[in-house]
């Protein structure tokens, strides 16, 4: 276990932290000291971060989909901490759909986790950090949802929700001293991403990932960008108008 200074530690909550970019941002922020609170549907394969980092984490079940859970979740997080600085609200599922293959049933699940789970999340923290005057609310959202991309059209769909969502509502949280921020990854090597057929440019092993946003997690605007490289060519494409847009997506079809 770490030797850290104790009282000044903070307590994170992350949302969706059993694999991928969750897990490593609970590893990195044990590492650097946080009380670290860590939530998956699935416990099992995160019994080693108690033994490694003992009473600075705690290990609480939900299922985003359910927010009784997530409210449990809190107050369980509450009786043990007294209090919250920052929530990581990442749980997400993702499978690339093409147009012969289109699913509704595929949309409805991934709005679920991926959508309706961040506003499950945001609906059990917002009072008490509303309470605190302080702290800050985190979404993982991505650069897929800048941009409608071939064969991402359920997953695109959640993140630019997200995305929209969250600029909707910062400013209000603002106002009452609570940062809502999204976190926006390019590429990461994931067993969701593995699921890709194609070259993924820029991609990072989850550990890069989460070395790049914990950088970002102590400064105060809204959106932590992750790689900055990848990220900027995402926001150059945003703004193409739709004839070379669409001129670029046609490319990206398969034969």
Known sequence: ??????????????????SGIGRALAEGLLLQGDRVVVSARHLEGLADLTERYGDQVQLIAV??????????????????????DRVILNAADYSPMSLADFDPALFERLMQINFMGVIHGINAVRQQFLQQGA????????????????????????????????ESLAPEFARNGVLLRVINPGFVRTVLTAKNDFEMPGILEPEEAARLILKKLDRRG??????????????????????????????????
């Open 1 to 18: 276990m770490p030797n850290v200074d104790h009282s000044r530690q903070r307590v994170t909550w992350i949302v969706g932290g059993s």
């Open 63 to 84: 299922d985003v989909t359910k927010p009784e859970t997530l409210d449990k979740g809190l107050s369980e997080l509450l009786a043990r901490w007294a209090r919250i």
């Open 135 to 166: 702290g800050q609310i985190l979404i993982t959202a991505s650069v897929a949802g800048f941009r409608g991309l071939p064969y991402a059209a359920p997953y695109g769909a959640t993140k630019a929700a997200l995305i929209n969502m969250a």
């Open 222 to 255: 809204f959106e932590l960008l992750v790689p900055n490289g990848f990220g900027f060519v995402m926001k150059l494409i945003r703004i193409l108008p739709y004839p070379l847009f669409f001129a670029l997506t046609r490319r990206m079809l398969k034969p």
